[in-house]
DNA sequence: GTACGATCTAGAGTGCACTCGAAGTCAAGG
DNA sequence: CCTTGACTTCGAGTGCACTCTAGATCGTAC
């Protein structure tokens, strides 16, 4: 099997934006906040430059807020990237702290979902027993 | 079988606060945004005086809020139940269409789970690779 | 060389849902 | 009567995560 990842491929801000979904401002800011495991080089103009693995590296930051992880612990979990190998058993923690967060979330919504959806059937059968449904 | 809740039953804003779980100025803005069914009466001093079913209303609001729904849904669900009796199919609708959103949430946070889980299986393998674990 | 779009920085603005502060009122105990 | 604590209104402040603006610069296409 060859290799289907090109790994010189670079991405213009522009770019990277477009391809991860979110907006160039959003970069930006995620850098300032330092959300990125090493700094982003930049061209002689000043222009970022970002590596092929910056779109792997937000799509995982991509599911973490999505599943409600707070800024913060990007930024701490993108801080022992940057410090280099040897701190795994941290970065294990953090996941795992934030896998079971995750799953009291996931408990919650189905409680949630539960009460609502015992509501939803009174009213269901209220309009059923009035012939309206 | 008794009845075992007492109708009669009143709460100060202060009681009501501490059985629902969130602090007065939340139910003083909840009302002003017009999250109540009804108009909370008042003692002769000024004073709210809630209705024993308020406790029931805002446990269903908790549930809708913690599921992510934003305060217009409330007030609109508030105002449908404060229309009366009659407008059934718009209150299930509403409720369904949260419904909905509500397995969609959920399914993604099992999708943001599965990401999580396998990146941090990654670390966990290395460190019992190194004998670390 | 100039037009044009993409990018740059620093900093201000936005939306949501509270959350708090100030200054005053009410009601029960001593 | 007086203190104390819960209550009142109104409006300002907070935290989060962007989101946008202004004004300048870069780089490619004509």
Chains 1, 2 share one sequence.
Not at 9 to 25: D, K, M, P, Q, Y
Not at 83 to 95: F, Q
Request: include cysteine.
């Amino acid at each position: 099997m060859d290799d289907v990842i090109d790994t010189t491929r670079t991405f213009s801000i522009g770019e990277l934006a477009r391809l991860a979904g979110v907006s160039v401002h959003t970069l930006r800011w995620y850098e300032a906040e330092g959300l990125f495991p090493r700094d982003v080089p930049r061209t002689s103009g000043g222009r970022r430059v970002y590596a092929h693995d910056s779109l792997a590296w937000l799509a995982l930051l991509g599911r973490l807020r999505e599943s409600g992880a707070p800024i913060a612990l990007l930024r701490d979990y993108a801080a022992l990237v940057r410090a280099g190998s040897g701190n795994e058993a941290e970065r294990l923690a953090l996941l795992r702290g934030h896998e079971r967060s995750l799953d009291a979330q996931i408990e919650s919504l189905i409680a949630c979902r539960q009460v609502i959806h015992d509501k939803a059937r009174g009213y269901q059968e209220a309009l059923v027993a009035r012939g309206l449904l």
